[in-house]
Each structure stands twice: as C-alpha cells, then as structure tokens.
Nanobody, 120 residues
Framework: QVQLVESGGGLAQAGGSLRLSCAASGSIVSIVAMGWYRQYPGKQRELVATINSGGGRNYADSVKGRFTISRDNALNTVYLQMNSLKPEDTAVYYC??????????????WGQGTQVTVSS
C-alpha cells in the first residue's frame, strides 16, 4: 500500500503565498511521477502540476509563472509553492503519485486532499 500525507493548505489573501507538501510512504518500488491536482465543487479533478522521475515539470496554463513544483527524491516528498494566489485558485488540492509497487504495472495513488481558500 502507498500512503500520501498532505499538509500546508489553508487560507490566504489574493496575492499571497502558500506551500503544499506531500510525503509518500509504503511499498513503493519506483515512482513515475508525482503531482498536484485540484477539484472545484461539482467539477472533475484537474491537473495543476506534475514532476516526473527525470525532473521534468508540467503545469496547467492557469498556474504557469505563479506555481512551482519540486520534489525531494530522498524523502519521496513533493512540494507545490503557490505564489500570487488568486480567488480562482480556491479548491481542494490532491497529491498524486504514479508508481510501481511491483515490477509489473503502475497505479495512481491519491492523498486525502487539502483545502486552499484564497480571499479577495
């Protein structure tokens, strides 16, 4: 099993910053990528940012230039630095790990979600 523990969500003012952290533990053989997704009420979960095993990063257009994803491979931890926050960034943010717990196939694992609220 894989466990993802998120922290760092909360309330910020528009223009402010928050930093999310997600620590992975469990029977992880290999990580393909880690990332962050967010979900608005009544909407599907959407990609915010991902970082793969080679360090390649991918961002949603709406967060480019404002959010930065990083990863500590030794700690199996991924971070999301969110700057210049906007009210439309208000959502539940979920950590994702795509990886192998065996040598056959990969799976997606999700954290419990952390609320980010940005006031105008």
């Amino acid at each position: 099993q894989v466990q993802l523990v998120e922290s760092g969500g909360g309330l910020a003012q528009a223009g402010g910053s928050l930093r999310l952290s997600c620590a992975a533990s469990g029977s992880i053989v290999s990580i393909v990528a880690m990332g962050w997704y967010r979900q608005y009420p009544g909407k599907q979960r959407e990609l915010v940012a991902t970082i793969n095993s080679g360090g390649g990063r991918n961002y949603a257009d709406s967060v480019k230039g404002r959010f930065t994803i990083s990863r500590d491979n030794a700690l199996n931890t991924v971070y999301l630095q969110m700057n210049s926050l906007k009210p439309e960034d208000t959502a539940v943010y979920y950590c994702n790990l795509r990886g192998y717990t065996d040598y056959v196939s990969w799976d997606d694992y999700w954290g419990q979600g952390t609320q980010v609220t940005v006031s105008s």
